[in-house]
């Protein structure tokens, strides 16, 4: 039977969901940000190769189709009609899915190379870069290099130890590469819909980690808190931002949860539950683990088909 074995990653990603919240308030901001984009992408593909084994399973039903492959018997598989509904199931999911992330790939790519250009053009100081523009926003921009941008009105907002807050947490995204677990959220959750709700989660993680970073750096958690909370608070009133997708800012997400957490003491006790830790280890072995048993399966099943492994 091969559908059970297919259906299983398709199922693991809605577990993975219900706990990715608890990580987060569990574990070191860096650790969370890891072990979410980790198991996020391990879900993610077993998703895809499930679903395109789906669908080349139901292309072996077809009659033309088991001809071109060389069938000599039958595939063996549950009943026709239900694999058949499955694949076409499974087909428009991916379809649907690829059409989504191509969209959200050329939007996401030309907002970038749009704000570099804008860059590119501006004189710039070390890795900061200033926008005359009066609305109020900062970000760290991934490039090659990599730069701060912020505009005269966020500046302006902003006393200087809170600008150096600010410019602290933008440097830490740089230094530490979030826009790369930016893309895999992005990715992952165009392959299965429980997925989105992760993208989310990753991105709260990456600013929190920016925050304990610029708060190790300038040794004052209360200032980075406040600088948050202003530059959240003047962003806010400026309108939406237009900054690109994979340029966090200091004033993005959920800013109270954020500045609650500077305001806890450094050393706040951290560490996943027994149970947790489990619970997503299973979740990553089983997707992964079943995946594969289910395309090997396959393949012997086809083997099979052909005559090249006796029954």
Known sequence: MLTPLFLVPLVLPFVLCLATSRVLERARPNAALWILTATTLVSAL???????????????????????????????TPSAQVMSGMAVLAACALAIGGLRFGYSAVRHTRTLRAAQRQVARLPVVGDLCVVGSPLPDAYALPGRPNRIVVTAGML???????????????????????????????????CHPALRRVRAEIRLAAELAADEAAARALGDRKLVALAVARAALASHDAG???????????????????????????AAPYGLKPVLTLLLALAVLVSAGTTVAAVLHLRHEVGEAQGVIPR
């Open 46 to 76: 077993a998703s895809v190769v499930s679903l395109g084994a789906l669908v080349l399973t139901g292309l072996y039903l077809v009659p033309a189709f088991a001809e071109f492959s060389r069938f000599v018997r039958h595939l063996c």
């Open 156 to 190: 302006r907002s902003l006393g200087a130890a809170e600008r150096e807050a600010l410019f602290a947490h933008e440097r830490a995204h740089n230094a530490q590469r979030h826009h790369y677990f930016l893309v895999v959220a992005e990715a992952a959750a165009h």
């Open 240 to 266: 939406p931002s237009t900054r690109p997708y994979l340029a966090l800012g200091a004033a993005t997400g959920p800013v109270s949860r954020r500045v609650s957490t500077l305001l806890e003491p450094s």
